[in-house]
């Protein structure tokens, strides 16, 4: 079992990127995805989760309205479409899978991928 984040990379506030996560090993659909995120010096954050069922779909309140979570099952990758980036967004991003009772929680994870640097930096 493998996830492997990537996308990241230095972009200026309000610009967008997108971090794809590629699963191995398991079909992406058996397994809630989370994205996390740990910036330099402070606590991991759950950012957002899909569910595995029926692709429901949770944010942080710090990113909701700016970022989108999607899964596309016959790629077996999950992506995080972030919109209007802020500097407050740098941080490493990592996706995680399982089957969380509480969908931002990191510790409700089994799998974890490497993770991929943002810079939002004018």
């Known amino acids: 079992v493998q996830l492997q984040a990537y996308g990241g990379g230095l972009v200026q506030p309000g610009g967008s990127l997108r971090l794809s996560c590629a699963i191995s090993?398991?079909?992406?659909?058996?397994?809630?995805i989370g994205w996390f995120r740990q910036a330099p010096g402070k606590e991991r954050e759950g950012v957002s989760y899909i569910s595995s069922s029926d692709g429901t779909t949770l944010y942080s309140n710090s990113v909701k309205g700016r970022f989108t979570i999607s899964r596309d099952k016959a790629k077996n990758t999950v992506y995080l479409q972030m919109n209007s980036l802020e500097p407050e967004d740098t941080a490493v991003y990592y996706c995680?899978?399982?089957?969380?009772?509480?969908?931002?929680?990191?510790?409700?994870?089994?799998?974890w991928g490497k993770g991929t640097l943002v810079t939002v930096s004018s």
């Open positions: 090993g398991f079909t992406s659909g058996a397994h809630a």
């Open positions: 995680a899978a399982g089957w969380p009772s509480i969908p931002l929680i990191g510790s409700e994870y089994d799998y």
